[in-house]
């Protein structure tokens, strides 16, 4: 039995802020209504990381706001940037473990997919290392020129 995936979030900042190195897929744990506020599109993952506590990946600072018919009365303790535990085998978050301890790198959410009815979550990660300003600038540089250079091309055929 097949599952398709659409994607619901993309993090195109960390493409330009991060050397992307290895993707990784997990599985995200979540609450009921925060399931029903990710098929609403309704999530943020411009600021979200992922962090080891206890040998268990984490990711913060992902931002699911409370479901509109679900009342505070109900979930009083809610916090829309709580940690949510990301699943994957032992065996491989170990890996993972030893490569971000032992290096700068780190992990940070890229895309947001669920299947057809939104049921089954899933997060791709990557293993990145931050770039710095003078970098970023290169390639914001080059990619305007690569789109002067396509425009011109444009132009010349009729």
């Known amino acids: 039995m097949k599952y398709y995936f659409k994607t619901i979030k993309k993090n195109k900042?960390?493409?330009l802020d991060y050397d992307i190195l290895e993707e990784f897929i997990f599985?995200?744990?979540?609450?009921?209504?925060?399931v029903?506020?990710?098929r609403l599109w309704n999530i943020d993952i411009r600021n979200a990381f992922c962090k080891f506590y206890n040998n268990e990946l984490f990711i913060e600072e992902l931002n699911i706001p409370l479901y509109e018919?679900?009342?505070h009365n109900m979930v009083p303790w809610y916090e829309s940037k709580r940690k949510r535990k990301?699943?994957?085998t032992k065996k491989e978050?170990?890996?993972?473990?030893e490569r971000t301890t032992k290096t700068w790198l780190v992990i940070i959410p890229l895309e947001i997919w669920c299947n057809k009815n939104c049921k089954r979550i899933k997060i791709k990660c990557a293993l990145a290392k931050l770039r710095r300003?003078?970098?970023?600038k290169q390639i914001?540089?080059?990619r305007d020129i690569k789109k002067d250079m396509d425009r011109a091309i444009k132009n010349l055929k009729y």
């Open 27 to 34: 599985w995200i744990q979540l609450k009921g209504f925060e």
């Open 13 to 15: 900042k960390a493409y």
């Open 86 to 88: 990301l699943l994957w």
């Open 93 to 97: 978050l170990r890996k993972l473990l």
């Open 140 to 142: 914001i540089k080059e």
């Open 69 to 71: 018919k679900t009342s």
């Open 36 to 38: 029903k506020q990710v």
């Open 133 to 136: 300003k003078i970098e970023k």
